[in-house]
């Protein structure tokens, strides 16, 4: 049953049940007492003009008769006297209703010796009459004496009084149901509607829902503090979908940390077992290489061998380097002097591509604590990539701190990289250039070298048109690397300046 129904029913109901009750009960004892006070005067009236007109009757004297009957008028509401002998005959009498009575009765009123009254009606009149015997000073009943008093509606106008009260009862009972039905709709039904459509659809899976703090003060409560259970919710959702990107981005992390344990451990095999043949096969290259007897095609092949068993030991140190947790010693460093050398070290491929580089850079609140050589090797390695890509005249480097973290974006105006490749840039050997051009080990060692930092590194479709690098390094020391924050790449734009800066 509803909330509504059943408060009408165990409490509305019986309320007006109960005043209905007292009304009819009031309206009763009211129209009680008036009857009475009607014949208690009545009765008044008949015996103190009975005295007079049994003193009458005695001298058998017409006009003490007439007076006593006259004075009865002078009460209000007489309408009628008569006296009537032992056996009925009317004597004298004045007013209205003479015939409420019969002879009969009249006679057994005389016999008992008695009063008696009785409500009467009479050609559409309503009456209280009292007959009263007429005794003399001996004892004997001379007559009996007729008061008729006028009703006056007094039975209408209590049963009419009776019918308004009901009416106006049922109308008021009406209007009061309705009120309550109303401000029960208004106040109490609808909030609640509000709320429960609020939770169906957050039971339907719309989190985002909230209810409005509005209406009554215990509604408003209700409201804000729903809201605040949501809001713990999606809190508490927003902590476990954070969680499980991590433990993801954890798990990642793992196998690509035991990916490059176990290259380190088969770099370090490979380096022992092939260490020493490569070492004589550059020694003997070299040898060969100073006979006078070549020719010059001849002398290049050495070098050519050279070159390609120097790059054979650069890779195998790279990936042994990769397979290594390494103690980074950081001292204070300065960004703009690292950016100044990196940029140093690759003005010549620059220049020779025609790439313009541009520097954003905020001054750092703080020192960025770090190791020189490996951000420089970082800086230099993204800035390469970038001119060797295709179609690059523009490279940017943007740097903004915040909540104790600097952030870099290195970006390019080229061709950018595929979707289906940024998951693997940071693999070993991967690589999107022709063979011969690149080991695929340089994204990997950046991502190393900021891992071992404690940052964190990802790739992003830059606003350039270009490949985007997000660098994120922590300014203060931190031993856990890569898990100082939830990492999640965010391309550089200048309308951002303010809101990361």
């Known amino acids: 049953m ?59 004297a017409t006009e003490p008769l007439e007076e006593s009957l006259y004075s009865a008028f002078s009460f209000h509401r007489i309408y009628g006297a008569y006296v009537f002998d032992a056996s009925g005959r009317e004597i004298y009498g004045l007013g209205l209703g003479q015939a409420l009575f019969s002879p009969e009765t009249i006679r057994e009123v005389a016999e008992e010796g008695e009063m008696r009254a009785a409500y009467r009606e009479h050609e559409g009149w309503h ?21 008729n008093r006028l009703n006056t509606g007094i039975e209408n106008y209590t049963g009419f009084l009776s019918q308004l009260a009901l009416l106006a009862f049922v109308i008021g009972a009406a209007g009061i149901v309705l009120g309550i039905w109303w401000g029960f709709r208004r106040h109490i039904e609808r909030p609640l509607e509000r709320l429960l459509a609020v939770m169906q659809r957050v039971e339907a899976g719309d989190r985002g829902q909230r209810a409005e703090a509005e209406g009554p003060q215990e509604y408003e409560r209700l409201a804000v503090a729903l809201n605040g259970m949501l809001d713990a919710m999606a809190e508490k959702d927003a902590d476990i979908e954070a969680r499980r990107r991590k433990e993801i981005e954890l798990e990642k992390r793992l196998r690509k940390s035991k990916k490059l344990a176990e290259l380190g ?28 007897t070549l020719d010059e095609a001849d002398r290049a092949k050495l070098g050519r061998i050279r070159c390609e068993v ?28 690292l950016l100044a050398t990196a940029r140093e070290l690759v003005e010549e491929d620059f220049e020779r591509s025609d790439i313009r580089l541009e520097l954003d850079l905020v001054p750092s609140s703080s020192p960025l604590l770090a190791n020189g ?56 050997f991967f690589t999107t250039k022709p063979v011969g051009q690149g080991s695929g080990l340089g994204l990997s060692m950046v991502h190393r070298i900021i891992n071992d930092h404690g940052g964190t590194v990802g790739v992003f479709d830059s606003e350039l048109g270009g490949a985007g690098f997000e660098i994120g390094l922590p300014l203060n020391d931190t031993d856990e690397g890569g898990t100082a924050r939830d990492w999640e790449p965010q391309p550089y734009r200048p309308s951002d300046t303010d809101r990361r800066g």
């Open 310 to 337: 120097e790059r054979i030991v650069e890779i195998v140190r790279q990936l042994m380097e990769l397979g290594r947790r390494h103690n980074v010693e950081k001292e204070p460093l300065d960004l703009t002097e």
């Open 373 to 428: 050589q490996q951000l420089i090797q970082v800086l230099t390695n993204l800035l390469r990539n970038a001119a060797q890509a295709k179609e690059v005249s523009r490279v940017r480097i943007v740097s903004r701190e915040k909540e104790g973290w600097l952030t870099l974006w290195v970006e390019d105006d080229g061709a950018g990289i595929a979707d289906k490749d940024k998951s693997k840039v940071f693999d070993p």
């Open 2 to 60: 509803r909330l509504r129904n059943l408060i009408l029913l165990t409490v509305i109901a019986p309320l007006f049940l109960a005043l209905l009750i007292f009304s009819l009960v009031a309206i009763k004892s009211l129209e009680d007492n008036v009857r009475n006070r009607l014949e208690r005067e009545v009765q008044v009236i008949t015996n103190v003009i009975g005295t007079t007109l049994s003193q009458a009757l005695t001298r058998n």
């Open 127 to 147: 009456y209280y009459s009292a007959l009263k015997p007429l005794v003399s000073a001996t004892g004997e009943v001379q007559g009996v004496l007729q008061v």
């Open 265 to 292: 451990v088969l770099a370090a095999g490979v380096a022992h077992e092939i260490g020493a043949p490569l070492t004589v096969i550059n020694g003997q290259a070299q040898r060969l290489a100073r006979r006078d």
